[in-house]
């Protein structure tokens, strides 16, 4: 297989109010990518694509190297997928769920199956329908997981688990990908999860790629500056992204390159969310 599992270049798709323009990442063998945005970006949108549930209206994507239409049957023996909603009968019971979905893999395994099911406390004959939303996504990940798949990807997997799940399934994720042999494409609103565990981000805001890359280089792009009100001058205005200002002063977003200019200022690490907050302002 290819060094990279996932490859999009030049991608669209346009609707009615949106479109989704020109999309282009990578995501290498034996890593971990977080795709982030606010709601309605195009995440999900781009999750389908890839899955070939929508389809693009230019451009080229490629899984383990191959067209990913023209690969699909045999790519989908090797991608596990977790969506943000359960597709499963409400009257399957965990067992049924398990006889269903492992006869479209040729590599399912009944054994990390079960020892999925152990480490999420998933009982056998608990029906879907009566499973909690956050025992529902845990049953999707088992599925997920249990056919030996060498790309994850995942849509809002961490939604309704408790703290102690969510921890586990980040272990799980590190453990899945220590052999350098598999990826994992990871959407997700809870970004702390990301700079957690996450190697590459790629940043979606309304249809269009804001970044995309090493984790460590996204946040280490920019610096939170703070001030009071008499420190902001027109000059460093214009080089704030996403400027705040509030009744004791401003905040903002600032390039490291130009931070170097304001040390006598507040210059803070930005995490994630502060990046997507203040360019979010900008756009």
Partial sequence: MTNHYLELNGVSKTFSGFKLDNISF??????????????????TTTIQLILNMLKMDCGQIQIFGHDHVKYENVAKQYIGVVF?????????????????????????????????????????EKKVGELSRGMQMKLMLACAMSHDPKLLILDEPTSGLDPVSRD???????????????SVLFSTH?????????????????????CSGKMDDF????????????????????????????????????????????KHLVLDAASIDDIMIHIGKRK
């Fill in 84 to 124: 943000d909603h359960v597709f499963y009968v409400d009257s399957w019971t965990v067992k049924d769920t398990e006889r269903a979905i492992s006869s479209f893999y040729h590599n399912w395994r009944h054994d990390v199956f079960n020892e999925m099911l152990r480490r999420f406390d998933l009982p056998l």
């Fill in 219 to 262: 946040l280490g792009r920019f610096r939170l500056i703070k001030g009071r009100h008499k420190e902001l001058t027109s000059a460093l205005q214009e080089r704030i992204i996403g400027l705040r200002i509030t009744d004791m002063g401003f905040e903002g977003l600032i390039d490291i390159k130009e931070a170097t200019k304001y």
């Fill in 190 to 210: 809870i970004t702390s999860d990301l700079e957690r565990i996450a190697d590459y981000i790629t940043f979606i805001h309304q249809g269009q790629i804001v």
């Fill in 26 to 43: 990578s995501l290498p063998k034996g890593y971990i990518m977080g795709l982030v945005g606010t709601n309605g970006a195009g995440k």
């Fill in 168 to 182: 586990e399934l980040l272990e799980m994720l590190q453990e899945y990908i220590q052999d350098g042999e598999r």
